[in-house]
C-alpha cells in the first residue's frame, strides 16, 4: 500500500509525457528556428520531452540542482532568484511565454539560482542532452540557441546598466518599457498589461526599496504616464515614459 502511495505521489509531480505539437503552437515562432522544413521539424518535435505543470509559488528548480534541461515557458509568468551574502532573496529576472528559463546552468552544470511560478503554469521541458543530439541533424536550432544565449547576455548587460548608471526613474521606465516590447512580440497590447510580480519583487530586480517603487508607480500616474489599478498598467504616454530615460543621472 505504501509502495503505491509512493507512486502516486511521484506521477502527480513528475513532467509527463505527452504528443508534442510544437508545429502547431503558437509560442514556435519565439522558441524555434525560422524556415524549418517537414522534416526539420519532425525531428525538433522529438525535443520537447515533456510539459509540466506548476501552481503558482511552485520552484521548477533550485540553485545548485544538476543541469539537465532547459525549459520553455509555455503559460504562466516565472522569476529567477539567488541568495544574497546575507541569506535575502534577490530576484534576477522575469520569464514569459515563449522565454527559456535554466540557460545558466550551461556552463556550471548546475543551475546557479532559483526558478519560481508567479502564478499557475505550465513549461515544455527539453533534456539539454536532446537539444545537443538534435542540433548536430538540425543546423538551424544550433544557430537560434545561440542567439537565444546571446540576447540573454545582452539583458545581463541591461539589468548591468540599470542599476550601475541610472536613475531610479529611468530604471522603473525601462523596466515598464522592457515589459511592453516582449509583450509586442507575443500579440498583445503594447500599453496594457497585467503585472505577475508584486512591487517589492519589482524592487528586488531594480536595486530599489519597496517605498521608492510604489512613489514612482504614484507619480508616473500623477505625470500623466501610466495609469495603475492594483496590478493591470495602462501606459498613457509611452514618449514620455521614454523621455524619462533621457537623463540617466
Given at each position: 500500500?505504501?509502495?503505491?502511495?509512493?507512486?502516486?505521489?511521484?506521477?502527480?509531480?513528475?513532467?509527463?509525457?505527452?504528443?508534442?505539437?510544437?508545429?502547431?503552437?503558437?509560442?514556435?515562432?519565439?522558441?524555434?528556428?525560422q524556415?524549418?522544413?517537414?522534416?526539420?521539424?519532425?525531428?525538433?518535435?522529438?525535443?520537447?520531452?515533456?510539459?509540466?505543470?506548476?501552481?503558482?509559488?511552485?520552484?521548477?528548480?533550485?540553485?545548485?540542482?544538476?543541469?539537465?534541461?532547459?525549459?520553455?515557458?509555455?503559460?504562466?509568468?516565472f522569476?529567477?532568484?539567488?541568495?544574497?551574502?546575507?541569506?535575502?532573496?534577490?530576484?534576477?529576472?522575469?520569464a514569459?511565454?515563449?522565454?527559456?528559463v535554466?540557460?545558466?546552468?550551461?556552463?556550471?552544470?548546475?543551475?546557479?539560482?532559483?526558478?519560481?511560478?508567479?502564478?499557475?503554469?505550465?513549461?515544455?521541458?527539453?533534456?539539454?542532452?536532446?537539444?545537443?543530439?538534435?542540433?548536430?541533424?538540425v543546423?538551424?536550432?544550433?544557430?537560434?540557441?545561440?542567439?537565444?544565449?546571446?540576447?540573454?547576455?545582452?539583458?545581463?548587460?541591461?539589468?548591468?546598466?540599470?542599476?550601475?548608471?541610472?536613475?531610479?526613474?529611468?530604471?522603473l521606465?525601462?523596466?515598464?518599457?522592457?515589459?511592453?516590447?516582449?509583450?509586442?512580440?507575443?500579440?498583445?497590447?503594447?500599453?496594457?498589461?497585467?503585472?505577475?510580480?508584486?512591487?517589492?519583487?519589482?524592487?528586488?530586480y531594480?536595486?530599489?526599496k519597496?517605498?521608492?517603487v510604489?512613489?514612482?508607480?504614484?507619480?508616473?500616474?500623477?505625470?500623466?504616464l501610466?495609469?495603475?489599478?492594483?496590478?493591470?498598467?495602462?501606459?498613457?504616454?509611452?514618449?514620455?515614459?521614454?523621455?524619462?530615460?533621457?537623463?540617466?543621472?
Open positions: 500500500m505504501q509502495t503505491v502511495i509512493r507512486l502516486q505521489e511521484r506521477s502527480a509531480v513528475a513532467p509527463r509525457k505527452f504528443e508534442v505539437t510544437c508545429s502547431s503552437c503558437n509560442l514556435r515562432e519565439l522558441c524555434l528556428p524556415g524549418l522544413d517537414a522534416a526539420d521539424m519532425s525531428r525538433i518535435e522529438r525535443l520537447v520531452y515533456a510539459r509540466r505543470r506548476l501552481k503558482r509559488g511552485e520552484t521548477l528548480f533550485k540553485s545548485g540542482d544538476g543541469f539537465k534541461s532547459v525549459y520553455a515557458v509555455r503559460t504562466g509568468f522569476k529567477s532568484t539567488v541568495l544574497d551574502g546575507e541569506g535575502r532573496e534577490q530576484v534576477t529576472g522575469f514569459m511565454p515563449g522565454e527559456l535554466g540557460l545558466e546552468g550551461l556552463g556550471a552544470g548546475a543551475y546557479g539560482g532559483n526558478a519560481v511560478a508567479l502564478e499557475d503554469s505550465e513549461v515544455c521541458v527539453m533534456p539539454f542532452a536532446l537539444i545537443e543530439e538534435i542540433s548536430r541533424e543546423p538551424g536550432l544550433q544557430r537560434n540557441l545561440h542567439a537565444v544565449l546571446a540576447r540573454e547576455i545582452v539583458r545581463d548587460h541591461g539589468v548591468m546598466m540599470l542599476l550601475g548608471s541610472m536613475r531610479a526613474e529611468a530604471r521606465a525601462t523596466f515598464l518599457l522592457n515589459l511592453s516590447r516582449r509583450f509586442v512580440r507575443r500579440g498583445y497590447s503594447p500599453s496594457e498589461f497585467h503585472l505577475r510580480m508584486t512591487r517589492e519583487e519589482i524592487g528586488s531594480l536595486g530599489l519597496l517605498e521608492t510604489s512613489r514612482l508607480f504614484s507619480k508616473f500616474q500623477e505625470d500623466g501610466i495609469e495603475v489599478q492594483q496590478k493591470h498598467v495602462r501606459i498613457v504616454d509611452i514618449p514620455g515614459l521614454e523621455s524619462v530615460l533621457a537623463t540617466r543621472h
